[in-house]
Nanobody
Framework: VQLQASGGGLVQPGGSLRLSCAAS????????MGWFRQVPGKERQFVAA????????YYADSVKGRFTISGDNAKKTVDLQMNSLKPEDTAVYHC????????????????????WGQGTLVTVSS
């Protein structure tokens, strides 16, 4: 499975960006798709995910109420609408997908994801 992400860029604090990701290459899965972000020198941080089995969505506390994840299971696409962006949201955002169905407690853990996109840079700065 290959993941292709797009939509990053430079935005002022309080602004919005929309990230998109498309999966290709395998007819089954990914079963959960989402986004992690990473700042140089820091651990990868879970942002949001959507589990196709029940269309459940999950968010990190730091983005709840500001970010919305959505997608199309048939097309294997997932979007991340980011509103009210803050400077601390600045990071490289990676689209991810899992080859297996994940239980809820595994969703925010990076090692459970088998597929990672190349990353797209989001910079929030005035």
């Amino acid at each position: 499975v290959q993941l292709q992400a797009s939509g990053g860029g430079l935005v002022q604090p309080g602004g919005s960006l929309r990230l998109s990701c498309a999966a290709s290459g395998r007819t089954l899965g990914p079963y959960t798709m989402g986004w992690f972000r990473q700042v140089p020198g820091k651990e990868r941080q879970f942002v949001a995910a959507i589990r196709w089995s029940g269309r459940d969505t999950y968010y990190a506390d730091s983005v709840k109420g500001r970010f919305t994840i959505s997608g199309d299971n048939a097309k294997k696409t997932v979007d991340l609408q980011m509103n009210s962006l803050k400077p601390e949201d600045t990071a490289v955002y990676h689209c991810v997908g899992s080859a297996m169905r994940l239980i809820t407690s595994s969703v925010p853990i990076a090692r459970h994801y088998d597929y990672w996109g190349q990353g797209t840079l989001v910079t929030v700065s005035s």
